[in-house]
């Protein structure tokens, strides 16, 4: 079994998680932010992961330590779960709509850990807290997880839609990119480090 368990406690967060990358979509979330349950929800079930999570946050400052922090263990489980990633897929795309929005995400599990993100259509402020917020969560997952991680958000108005049609085009980008579909490691120097 593909799986990880990450537990992580400093001042402002206490996370406990464990992921299956050969689950179901079996998805128990409780970060204590409605919106960050929703968003990784989405992601888990279309990645077809088991996912369990929660997190308690210094929510009483704002929620930036808690989505940064849950990006660092998701990150951190996800690179654990791969292991060695031999006869992973490690590329894979998706491109999602929501209603009035469409959002691309495209992975590359090579150990290289970049992000590209531009928020420039995302509204200032969505479900209550800036988005600044989401830019913090997915650079914190690429970095741990060891990911070249590209979102574009192609067009849309709605925040929610723009934010839901990303997480679940990342949950199939990623379903794709580890899945075991070749036969030794992807990648011609021979080492995914």
Request: aromatic share 0%; glycine share 12%.
């Given at each position: 079994m593909r799986q990880a368990t990450v537990a992580?406690?400093?001042?402002?967060?206490?996370?406990?998680?464990?992921?299956?990358?050969?689950?179901?979509?079996?998805?128990?979330v409780d970060t204590g932010i409605g919106f960050a349950d929703h968003m990784l929800t989405l992601c888990a079930f279309w990645a077809g992961f088991d996912l369990e999570l929660t997190c308690?946050?210094?929510?009483?400052?704002?929620?930036?330590?808690?989505?940064?922090?849950?990006?660092?263990?998701?990150?951190?489980?996800?690179?654990?779960?791969?292991?060695?990633?031999?006869?992973?897929?490690?590329?894979?795309?998706?491109?999602?709509?929501m209603d009035e929005a469409l959002a691309e995400v495209v992975v590359d599990l090579s150990g290289r850990p970049y992000i590209v993100y531009d928020d420039a259509l995302l509204p200032g402020l969505i479900a209550g807290d800036e988005k600044d917020v989401w830019r913090e969560f997915l650079k914190s997952l690429a970095y741990k997880a060891g990911m070249n991680l590209h979102v574009k958000f192609e067009y849309g108005q709605n925040g929610h839609h723009l934010l839901e049609a990303a997480f679940k085009a990342l949950g199939l980008a990623l379903a794709h990119a580890v899945t075991v579909g070749r036969k030794g490691v992807s990648s011609t120097k021979g080492s995914l480090d």
């Open positions: 992580r406690t400093t001042k402002e967060t206490d996370i406990s998680l464990t992921l299956n990358l050969d689950g179901e979509g079996k998805v128990a308690k946050g210094d929510l009483e400052i704002d929620t930036h330590h808690s989505l940064e922090d849950v990006g660092l263990c998701l990150g951190q489980a996800l690179a654990e779960a791969l292991g060695d990633k031999r006869g992973i897929n490690r590329v894979a795309s998706a491109k999602v709509p």
